[in-house]
């Protein structure tokens, strides 16, 4: 709930988490605003608005729909709620959307949106349109805490966690701007079984429809896990955006004491950042390595209850030049792969490059080599095409203007805006 403290949020420092407690910005209208809560959340908040129970159990469900099967942000515009009771709702709550600063289009149709949270935090997400998909790059965090060396967002400080309503904001957003909303049919759309890929909605965008999520931008997800949960939770839901578990995709870069949670309690695909396969390197690329290694990894992986043939777990791999690139290093990444006997296939991402790095992409030889040799193996090694890189929207490259302030800055900022608002 956007409206009410946080419980204690772990921010992470170097390696582990440190609890620091934040109190989320109320609005300053003081309304609470609805984005990001499931049906029992918004159930309780219309009894502390003086609800009874019966009341506020229908009307919970019906907001739920508007909310997240409809993408409603007008209480007048919810006709199945009486005159009176839409006014009643306008003056306690809203349903908000995050701020856009900027939209970018890049030569390839892949959108990148620059967004800015109540209390003036920017975060990225990105929208790549394919032929047969159309897959949303969702952030958990303003800023990141794992200082990955080869990745833009790793060079920014950790400012905050972001909460499930601008987590499933950004979702909302982007169907949003994919007009994919339906239309006419005031029918839920119906829950999705586990056990089984959902089609496509039947909904009529501009273009190409948003069918898939990855936890893959700014932060790390499992650093967030509570309010990833939370929100992911609100976007599989049957009876809003009804988005099946097996399209979505978390990423982590190796959080192991989450992993098996992650799968307890998310149930969604597991993407894992490997990048080397050697402890020096990879102590190098992705520091957490030096608290939980390749090995141990690995072995979290094998142990990973959603893994299956029909569910291998996704390896990123990102292409460096004359760093983690070599026959060598393919050769051993199979061994690593079939060690473990883990169903698994290994993304291979041409390194992105961004200002200052001082890494550089593999050559297109020597990736289409790595590739043959993990493909030898057995395991399937597709190479991504780099998306974006004109708008800086490719993978590694999200990075916003925000950095970590103090609370007194904070403070002051807040009574500086105060004041021109008269």
């Not at 809560?37 to 609800?51: D, M, N």
């Not at 119906?190 to 056990?195: E, G, K, L, N």
């Not at 095409?385 to 993978?395: E, K, L, Q, S």
């Not at 007194?408 to 807040?414: Q, Y």
């Amino acid at each position: 709930m956007q409206s009410a403290a946080n419980p204690i949020m772990p921010i992470p420092g170097l390696i582990d988490p440190v609890p620091v407690p934040r109190a989320v910005t109320p609005r300053t209208d003081g309304r609470t605003d609805l984005l990001g809560l499931s049906r029992p959340q918004i159930k309780s908040v219309l009894e502390e608005a003086g609800l009874d129970m019966k009341a506020a159990k229908l009307r919970s469900k019906q907001l739920f729909h508007w909310l997240y099967h409809r993408g409603e942000t007008d209480f007048e515009a919810m006709t199945d709620l009486a005159k009176p009771m839409r006014g009643w709702m306008a003056e306690r709550f809203v349903v908000g959307r995050p701020q856009v600063v900027e939209a970018q289009v890049s030569t390839d149709g892949t959108r990148k949106w620059l967004l800015r949270s109540d209390d003036g935090q920017d975060y990225e997400m990105v929208f790549i349109p394919d032929a047969d998909r159309g897959t949303l790059c969702v952030s958990s965090q303003v800023g990141c805490t794992l200082n990955c060396r080869f990745c833009h967002t790793g060079t920014m400080r950790l400012v905050r966690n972001l909460t499930p309503g601008e987590i499933v904001g950004q979702v909302m957003l982007a169907r949003d701007a994919l007009g994919e909303w339906p239309k006419g049919n005031m029918g839920s759309a119906a829950a999705i079984p586990d056990d089984e890929d959902e089609d496509a909605p039947q909904y009529s965008p501009d273009g190409r429809m948003l069918t898939n999520i990855v936890m893959m931008g700014m932060g790390e997800p499992l650093y967030n896990f509570e309010h990833v949960r939370d929100a992911l939770k609100v976007v599989m839901d049957g009876d809003g955006l009804a988005l099946s578990r097996r399209r979505i995709t978390l990423s982590t870069s190796g959080v192991i004491p989450m992993m098996a949670r992650a799968s307890e309690e998310i149930g969604v695909n597991l993407a894992v950042s490997l990048h080397a396969v050697t402890k020096e390197v990879r102590d190098e690329l992705v520091p957490i390595n030096k608290k939980y290694g390749i090995e141990e990894l690995l072995q979290a992986c094998a142990d990973y209850p959603k893994a299956s043939n029909a569910r291998r777990i996704t390896f990123e791999y990102v292409m460096i030049k004359d760093k983690n690139d070599s026959d060598d290093d393919a050769r051993e990444l199979v061994r690593l792969i079939r060690k473990y006997k883990l169903p698994a296939k290994v993304n291979l991402i041409p390194f992105n490059p961004w200002p200052g790095t001082d890494y550089e992409c593999s050559t297109p030889e020597r990736i289409r080599s790595f590739s043959s040799i993990v493909f030898e193996g057995g395991i399937s090694a597709p190479v991504r095409t780099p998306r974006g890189r004109d708008i800086m929207a490719a993978c590694g490259q999200l990075k916003s203007a925000s950095e970590k302030k103090s609370r007194a800055e904070l403070d002051r900022l807040a009574e500086e805006k105060q004041a021109a608002l008269g």
